[in-house]
Nanobody, 125 residues
Framework: QVQLVESGGGLVQAGGSLRLSCAAS????????KGWFRQAPGKEREFVAA????????DYADSIKGRFTISRDNAKNTLYLQMNSLKPEDTAVYYC??????????????????WGQGTHVTVSS
């Protein structure tokens, strides 16, 4: 019943932008920390960004800091990732996640117990 569904992925040229969305259903995640992770071809899944329940605290991986912005709209039970200045190395499957006990700065996959199915992002050079 509880679901997180990502959308907004696709093919974009280097330097372009995409906005990913993660819609939740089945319960309210307003009190949960939410985050984005990604898995590139041939690599393990890695942390991208996280945001606390109110949106007052955020955490970004060094590889994307300054280019990506994480945000949330609790009224819509939705998480967003605005991706600008995209690079070929950003190509990956992007997953959204939620965890009640997850802390900003922890970056631990095991602390996120609700996950979406992933959305593909391909950046061409």
């Amino acid at each position: 019943q509880v679901q997180l569904v990502e959308s907004g992925g696709g093919l974009v040229q280097a330097g372009g932008s995409l906005r990913l969305s993660c819609a939740a259903s089945g319960r309210t995640f307003n009190t949960y920390t939410k985050g984005w992770f990604r898995q590139a071809p041939g690599k393990e899944r890695e942390f991208v960004a996280a945001i606390n329940w109110s949106g007052s605290s955020t955490d970004y991986a060094d590889s994307i800091k300054g280019r990506f912005t994480i945000s949330r709209d609790n009224a819509k039970n939705t998480l967003y990732l605005q991706m600008n200045s995209l690079k070929p190395e950003d190509t990956a499957v992007y997953y959204c996640a939620a965890g009640y006990l997850a802390r900003i700065g922890g970056r631990r996959e095991q602390d996120y117990n609700y996950w979406g199915q992933g959305t593909h992002v391909t950046v061409s050079s």
